[in-house]
């Protein structure tokens, strides 16, 4: 066993002399650190704007050549301090997942949304990067120089999973570059703390932080500026860094992506939700599973809390592509699936095949071993923090927060008789996490941090994630159609008052009683990984065919995929066992899709697609003040079907979630299982997209859901 780099003095100081080079270089590209003499007269520009009693626009980019580039937009007042305003993801517009590129899209669609205000990017008072550039790439250096020779792999300039040095060449010159988008000079980049972005948001957000307690923030993910896990202790207005572990190789995120990608066959940041999928169907008892117990020496579980990877198993430290395997780790887990072949038919795992390969449901069970590792190092290093704190309240953010299996387990680990035998005190964890745990917050932290360090950090508590993008446009929509002649269109009647609302949820429930799937395209987009029910695929969960006919028809994926449910809170009240440490806000911390719950009896016996091989379901409660639409059809499914429960899943097919009218055709078109894509104006028209026909026989099912439920009710939908 050895954990710890094998050079740790000559890391440190490697990291110390880079730093001290490369502050002064990123600052010459008007990349400033956020102590830097630019960030401090900017900053103080703002708070004074603000206690003029003005509104302050700031902007948070990811723009540094790492994934999920994107602009985040807030405003910033003395009394109601930030309030998110939109966070444009480039994926969605681009159409590339996890996209490294250049946010021009994200930016040129703020700058719609600020038009709309009456506004120019001259109203934006400072734009704050999402990563430390500087100290991320001394940190690089540092990591290289721990390990070396095994390290000379990583100076090949091979692209890895998440970024390359050519993306972060790119990155070198982003306040350059989005000058020029402007029409104007180098716009002056304030780079905050990766963690730290994620951290305030998240906590600014909860509905832990008026309030004025403590609250106790974890940040772990597969890398951050200077390391991969962090803890904050936040409280009223103010944040205190307490630990960051320094480094790359110690990463929780980086062990789960690593495993996940080389023994499911899929490439990072696709791996992970997957692999967290397929454990359901592996062995999930630490006592019988053979490669949990061979699996679990990899982390080592340290004193105050801390988790190191052992270094004579893994050699993603020295070369994450070819080689990230030491014999060792080999002889636990078999040889890993070589970068170059992920995404292999053959080496994706598929529940089918359990009685047809010999060693399918070995490999499900090294995926649920994994899941078990992580789990345990997750709460070794939670449990040192919460009782050192004393904090009965969790935020938890970065990439790993998106483990919503391990999240309801943490409920069930920090329960009341742990508080009683550990702290020796009653007590129950109680546990947030934002919609955007993942790097496409990060921009809304960077946002959030300036407002920060403005001194009005604190806005209203989060709700939704419906903040990406504008609204589709009537003109927009028509336009698609007009690029798009093989997919027909029936206009139908605008969905303008209330009367109207309550027709079109009942006509969509009325369709899902038909077994109908369909999709809905309303509204600004959700930020984040989760569709919520602005971009959401919705179908049936009482019939038990569901799953395996939207996964193999519809979305072409994997069997071992789950289906969400989507509910009122009164029916996840009735079909799932929501625990008391997410009570808080009427169970907010279930409205995101981060978190699972155990289903009940009922929910197996009257909705079993939404219910999971492992009986739990990764659930969203819809509330009718931020989606009303949404919230009127799952009434109306009591009504029809007697739940009122959907099936919600992504609106897309192998790629991002569809964001413009022309993507959503698209995705249509390449979905043959859909029924139709029900497509809601900003102005109030309603279209329906249906698949194409020279006799109109794309869309006949449709077209007679239609007709029956116009004669059904007396109502008329069709122009």
């Known amino acids: 066993m050895r954990v710890g780099p094998r050079h740790p003095r000559l890391g440190a100081a490697g990291f110390k002399l880079a730093l001290a080079l490369f502050e002064p270089f990123y600052r010459r590209r008007a990349i400033h650190r956020a102590d830097s003499v630019v960030a401090r007269a900017t900053i103080a520009a703002i708070r004074a704007k603000i206690e003029r009693g003005e509104t302050a626009y700031l902007a948070g980019v990811s ?100 970024f390359s040095l050519r993306d972060l060449d790119r990155g070198m010159r982003a306040a350059r570059r989005i000058g020029e988008q402007l029409g104007r000079s180098p716009v002056p980049l304030i780079a905050t703390p990766h963690h730290d972005n994620h951290a305030w948001f998240s906590y600014a957000a909860s509905p832990f932080a008026k309030d004025g307690g403590r609250v106790l923030v974890a940040v772990l993910d597969g890398v951050g500026d200077t390391g991969s896990i962090s803890f904050y202790l936040c409280e009223g207005a103010r944040m205190q860094r307490l630990f960051c572990n320094d480094s790359v190789a110690d990463s929780l995120g980086i062990f789960y992506s690593v495993i996940s990608s080389t023994q499911g066959g899929w490439t990072w940041l696709s791996s992970e939700g997957r692999y967290m999928g397929a454990t359901a169907y592996g062995n999930n008892d630490r006592a019988t599973n053979a490669y949990y117990k061979a699996l679990k020496p990899i982390l080592v579980l340290g004193d105050n809390g801390a988790v190191h990877v052992d270094r004579d198993l893994a050699n993603w430290q020295c070369d994450i ?56 190092a997750l709460m070794h290093v939670l449990a040192h923090f919460i009782k050192t704190t004393q904090c009965d309240r969790l935020v938890f953010s970065g990439g790993l927060g998106l483990n919503a299996l391990a999240n309801m387990r943490l409920l069930e680990h920090f329960d009341a008789d742990w508080f009683r035998r550990e702290m020796g005190r009653p007590g129950q964890l109680h546990l947030w996490l934002p919609p955007v745990p993942n790097d496409t917050g990060v921009t809304i932290g960077a946002a959030y941090m300036g407002a920060y360090l403005a001194g009005y950090g604190i806005g209203a508590p989060a709700e939704h994630a419906f903040y990406c993008g504008l609204p589709p446009k009537d003109a927009a929509i028509r336009e698609a159609f007009a690029a798009c002649p093989d997919v027909d269109c029936i206009e139908l009647k605008p969905c303008d008052s209330d009367e109207a609302r ?76 929501l625990s008391d440490g997410a009570s808080d806000a009427a169970c907010n911390a279930y409205n995101y899709m981060v978190l699972t719950a155990h289903a009940t009896p009922e929910a197996r016996a009257r909705i079993p697609s939404v219910v999971h091989a492992d009986g739990t379901g990764r659930i969203e409660i819809v509330r009718e003040n931020t989606d009303p639409l949404t919230y009127a059809y799952l009434k109306a499914l009591g009504r029809r079907i007697g739940v009122e429960v959907a099936v919600n899943t992504s609106f897309n097919v192998a790629g991002p979630i569809a964001q413009t009218p022309q993507q959503a055709l698209d995705t249509l078109r390449r979905s043959k299982g859909l029924d139709a894509v029900l497509m809601f104006a900003a102005e109030g028209p309603v279209y329906a997209a249906l698949h194409g026909g020279s006799d109109g026989s794309g869309g006949a099912r449709f077209r007679q859901w239609l007709a029956d439920w116009q004669r059904e009710t007396g109502q008329t939908l069709q122009i």
């Open 321 to 376: 592509l070819h080689h990230p395997y030491k014999p060792g780790l080999i002889r636990i887990l078999g040889e890993p699936i070589d970068y170059k072949q992920m995404w292999n038919p053959d080496a994706v795992l598929r529940v089918e095949d359990i009685q047809h390969k010999e060693n399918t449901q070995e490999r499900l069970d090294k995926a649920a071993a994994t899941q078990m590792v992580y789990e345990d």
């Open 502 to 577: 309550a027709a079109y949820a009942d006509f969509m429930a009325y369709m899902t009683a038909q077994d109908a799937i369909f999709a809905l395209y309303q509204g600004a987009a959700e930020t984040g990984p989760r569709a919520l029910g602005h971009r959401s695929i919705l179908a049936n969960p009482c019939n038990p065919n569901t799953r395996a006919n939207l996964n193999a028809q519809v979305k072409y994926r994997e069997a071992i995929r789950p289906l969400a449910p989507m509910m009122t809170l009164e029916a996840a009240k009735q079909f799932f066992q």
């Open 63 to 162: 723009a540094a050549g790492m994934h999920n580039s994107g602009v985040a937009l807030v405003s910033v007042t003395r009394e109601d301090g930030p309030t998110l305003l939109l966070n444009n993801e480039e994926e969605r517009f681009s159409g590339t997942k996890h996209t490294t590129e250049y946010p021009r899209q994200s930016i040129t669609a703020m700058l719609e949304a600020l038009a709309e205000r009456g506004l120019t990017h001259a109203d934006i008072d400072g734009w704050f990067a999402s990563w430390d550039s500087a100290a991320f790439c001394a940190t690089l250096v540092r990591s290289v120089l721990e390990e070396l020779p095994g390290t000379w792999p990583m100076l090949k300039n091979e692209p890895t999973p998440v």
